[in-house]
């Protein structure tokens, strides 16, 4: 049974910092991209940023520099350190493992069931 389960949300000021995480289980871990998305009420859901099997990043221009995700593969988590949080990052969190087909795997999506994170006074 695949299980992704986020962790580390709640409610913080403008400008504080939050670190959320995602401990995998059931896939093989390092054979995934791992990644963030977000949806605040009333928009759809957006990625936040990505993190390759190999380690490479990317973000979306909203999050660069304030943001930063980081996977350890020995423990099958990845982290979002989230740092000068604004108002508008309030959302659902999610956790998402993906993996393109290739000759040794099969094509698979996975998701958590989110965490909330508000950012407000």
């Known amino acids: 049974q695949v299980q992704l389960v986020e962790s580390g949300g709640g409610l913080v000021q403008p400008g504080g910092s939050l670190r959320l995480s995602c401990a995998a289980s059931g896939i093989i871990f390092n054979s995934y991209t791992m990644a963030w998305y977000r949806q605040a009420p009333g928009k759809e859901r957006e990625l936040v940023a990505t993190?390759?099997?190999?380690?490479?990043?990317n973000y979306a221009d909203s999050v660069k520099g304030r943001f930063t995700i980081s996977r350890d593969n020995t423990r099958e988590t990845v982290a979002l350190q989230m740092n000068s949080l604004k108002a508008e990052d309030t959302a659902v969190y999610y956790c998402?493992?993906?993996?393109?087909?290739?000759?040794?795997?099969?094509?698979?999506?996975?998701w958590g069931q989110g965490t909330q994170v508000t950012v407000s006074l």
């Open positions: 998402n493992a993906n993996r393109s087909r290739s000759y040794y795997y099969t094509a698979n999506v996975f």
């Open positions: 993190i390759t099997n190999s380690g490479t990043a």
